[in-house]
């Protein structure tokens, strides 16, 4: 879908759309005491960006960890988090490689998870003074989940709650379960190349990141993927005010570039066995048909994991790997109960 994305927003471009060759900004919000900015600041030794939003500055503070690596949320932000900009304020983080934080000169050897782990502290030491937030609540999606369920465990001080959207739990053992759920589905009404790529398709083979992206990239057709028309996608990403047309570019850029850099990485992490305790109030939504980050695995760690302050979990019935975008009112107001669940800060 990212792909011919990228042929829509490109071609869109050329027929027009001057206005974006101006620089990225966000547009003033109304409220008590509102706050909408887009800051540059230096994270980890180079410039990444901050998108702060709110109606009430003095709301609690929710942090976005978007999911690719690379699939920066900021230029989706109005269609995914403007309904939650009354009760908090919502920052989206281009993380390093992503979007506005992808510089021509980026260095591909820096994408690590303990690189992307002190990058978050960074910015959660960042809010806390720019914003006077004691706690900060993380919500995570897709591989976000894998940096923000760490992050929490790590300095659960520093944070309120975790909300992990499309959980990772296990990129090899996702494999399997995914490849069991999708092998029916073309079975049953595949096309003749999807029917192919099955019969040479298993877990071992699925481990070459080449061969992962290439499933991955298949399971909209299945239902099973983000179900969002990649006409909608396109418009949402071009009409994104704070993205500029070079944003756009490195947007693209930083999303097809994904896991790469950091495959063998990737692939070798387990949930279950380096997070076994979440020691912050936690919230798990999971679509039913999310064949990305089945919600088979996030059971499991559910299941699993000690939670001394209580967990909880959603799992949308209709929804895929995006449910902020398929179902974005109960989505919402799922976030909203489960924050005003959360113990006063001292």
Same mark, same amino acid.
């Not at 109606?55 to 999911?67: E, F, I, K």
């Not at 989206?92 to 490689?97: F, K, N």
């Not at 919500?139 to 929490?152: C, D, P």
């Not at 499933?215 to 996608?233: A, F, H, I, K, S």
């Given at each position: 879908?990212?792909?011919?994305?990228?042929?829509?927003?490109?071609?869109?471009?050329?027929?027009?759309?001057? %206005?974006?060759?101006?620089?990225?900004?966000?547009?003033?919000?109304?409220?008590?005491?509102?706050?909408?900015?887009?800051?540059?600041?230096?994270?980890?030794?180079?410039?990444?960006?901050?998108?702060?939003?709110?109606?009430?500055?003095?709301?609690?503070?929710?942090?976005?960890?978007?999911?690719?690596?690379?699939?920066?949320?900021?230029?989706?932000?109005?269609?995914?988090?403007?309904?939650?900009?009354?009760?908090?304020?919502?920052?989206?983080?281009?993380?390093?490689?992503?979007?506005?934080?992808?510089?021509?000169?980026?260095?591909?050897?820096?994408?690590?998870?303990?690189?992307?782990?002190?990058?978050?502290?960074?910015?959660?030491?960042?809010?806390?003074?720019?914003?006077?937030?004691?706690?900060?609540?993380?919500?995570?999606?897709?591989?976000?989940?894998?940096?923000?369920?760490?992050?929490?465990?790590?300095?659960?001080?520093?944070?309120?709650?975790?909300?992990?959207?499309?959980?990772?739990?296990?990129?090899?053992?996702?494999?399997?379960?995914?490849?069991?759920?999708?092998?029916?589905?073309?079975?049953?009404?595949?096309?003749?190349?999807?029917?192919?790529?099955?019969?040479?398709?298993?877990?071992?083979?699925?481990?070459?990141?080449?061969?992962?992206?290439?499933?991955?990239?298949?399971?909209?057709?299945?239902?099973?993927?983000?179900?969002?028309?990649?006409?909608?996608?396109?418009?949402?990403?071009?009409?994104?005010?704070?993205?500029?047309?070079?944003?756009?570019?490195? %947007?693209?850029?930083?999303?097809?570039?994904?896991?790469?850099?950091? %495959?063998?990485?990737?692939?070798?992490?387990?949930?279950?066995?380096?997070?076994?305790?979440?020691?912050?109030?936690?919230?798990?939504?999971?679509?039913?048909?999310?064949?990305?980050?089945?919600?088979?695995?996030?059971?499991?760690?559910?299941?699993?994991?000690?939670?001394?302050?209580?967990?909880?979990?959603?799992?949308?019935?209709?929804?895929?790997?995006?449910?902020?975008?398929?179902?974005?009112?109960?989505?919402?107001?799922?976030?909203?109960?489960?924050?005003?669940?959360?113990?006063?800060?001292?």
């Amino acid at each position: 879908m990212i792909r011919r994305a990228a042929l829509l927003v490109l071609l869109a471009a050329g027929l027009g759309l001057g %206005w974006k060759a101006l620089p990225g900004r966000t547009p003033a919000i109304a409220g008590p005491d509102p706050i909408a900015v887009l800051d540059p600041v230096q994270i980890g030794g180079m410039t990444q960006w901050l998108l702060i939003r709110g109606q009430d500055r003095s709301a609690p503070v929710l942090l976005w960890l978007h999911g690719g690596p690379g699939a920066a949320q900021m230029p989706l932000a109005h269609a995914t988090t403007r309904a939650l900009e009354r009760d908090f304020v919502v920052v989206h983080w281009d993380q390093r490689g992503a979007g506005k934080s992808n510089p021509r000169d980026f260095d591909l050897a820096t994408m690590t998870l303990e690189r992307f782990l002190q990058d978050a502290h960074e910015v959660t030491r960042y809010l806390q003074v720019r914003l006077g937030a004691e706690r900060i609540l993380v919500l995570g999606h897709s591989s976000g989940t894998m940096l923000g369920a760490r992050l929490v465990a790590r300095r659960p001080e520093d944070y309120a709650g975790y909300i992990g959207v499309g959980q990772q739990v296990s990129t090899a053992r996702g494999i399997a379960v995914t490849l069991d759920r999708l092998a029916p589905l073309i079975r049953a009404g595949g096309s003749a190349a999807d029917l192919r790529w099955l019969e040479s398709a298993t877990p071992e083979a699925l481990l070459d990141h080449a061969a992962y992206v290439a499933m991955m990239q298949m399971l909209d057709r299945y239902g099973g993927g983000m179900n969002v028309p990649t006409w909608r996608l396109a418009a949402l990403l071009i009409r994104a005010p704070e993205y500029s047309l070079s944003d756009l570019r490195r %947007w693209l850029e930083g999303a097809n570039r994904g896991s790469g850099p950091m %495959w063998p990485d990737y692939r070798a992490r387990d949930l279950i066995a380096n997070v076994p305790v979440m020691p912050v109030p936690m919230l798990l939504i999971s679509g039913a048909r999310d064949l990305n980050t089945p919600v088979e695995l996030a059971t499991e760690w559910f299941d699993a994991v000690e939670a001394p302050q209580g967990k909880h979990r959603e799992v949308f019935a209709t929804s895929g790997h995006a449910p902020f975008l398929t179902a974005p009112a109960p989505f919402a107001q799922r976030l909203r109960d489960f924050a005003r669940s959360l113990p006063a800060t001292p």
